[in-house]
């Protein structure tokens, strides 16, 4: 079982910056992924075990970037120029793979989740 405990959220202005955190018991390939009120669970960036890879959705590319502190197994979402349309429950998702320098990107592929925190930005 894969412990993941979240941190970071909060409410912020059209244009600012938050940065999420994603602890983990063990190093596994990551994902954050968030679910606005009424939407489905959407990807938003991945990084592999090996840390060496990672993937953006395009909505958010560009603005956010996803890395990892592997000494902490901690991997951690730079939110930069946020927008209004980036409110939601953000969670942090891990997987084990033999292919360290894999990425993935749906919900299936992930078979822990974190808590969620909730991000706001006001327009």
């Known amino acids: 079982q894969v412990q993941l405990v979240e941190s970071g959220g909060g409410l912020v202005q059209a244009g600012g910056s938050l940065r999420l955190s994603c602890a983990a018991s063990e190093r596994t390939f990551r994902g954050w992924f968030r679910q606005a009120p009424g939407k489905e669970r959407e990807f938003v960036a991945a990084?592999?075990?090996?840390?060496?890879?990672?993937y953006y959705a395009d909505a958010v590319k560009g603005r956010f970037t996803i890395s990892r502190d592997n000494a902490q197994n901690t991997v951690y979402l730079q939110m930069n120029s946020l927008k209004p349309e980036d409110t939601a429950v953000y969670y942090c998702a891990a997987g084990r793979s033999i292919y360290r320098g894999a990425v993935y990107y749906t919900t299936r592929d992930y078979d822990y989740w974190g808590q969620g925190t909730q991000v706001t930005v006001s327009s």
């Open positions: 990084i592999s075990a090996s840390g060496a890879n990672t």
